[in-house]
């Protein structure tokens, strides 16, 4: 659906304007678009990343997910208790100015079989469910 926007042009001419595309339909697409051009580079991915409706999203899967506390030990409930529109603002002011850095992995130690001597290290993103971790999913885990 497109809007006039005549508010904008002095010449009385309205410009066209997109509506919003919703999170779904985007990962249909770039899922299509993947499949059909493997070799595609999807450049302009990162603007989606950087929306408030993406990152509102990410935050919901994470913690449906039961994303555990990383090692600054921020829960969802402590994001929540300050304010979770107030958090999805500031990773979205750094992602956009490009000064988000992410953490350092949290190490885990994952027993494998029955041996108690047979065990790997796994690396854990330590942001509070990964809900940081997770924006990039939405383009990618279709």
Known sequence: MLHMDVGTNKKGRGEMIKAPIDLQ?????????????????FWGLYAHVCKRETLREAYRLAKANDGAPGIDGVTFESVE??????????????????????????????????????????????????????????????
């Open 25 to 41: 339909d985007l990962r249909r697409r770039l899922y299509v678009k993947a499949k059909a051009e493997p070799s595609w580079r």
């Open 81 to 142: 208790a300050n304010g979770l529109e107030g958090f999805l603002e500031q990773l979205r002011q750094e992602l956009v100015e490009r000064i988000y850095r992410p953490e350092r992995l949290r190490k885990v130690e994952i027993p494998k079989g029955r041996r108690q001597s047979s065990s790997t290290v796994d690396s854990i993103d330590p942001r509070p469910g990964g809900p940081r971790s997770t924006e990039a999913d939405l383009g990618t885990d279709l």
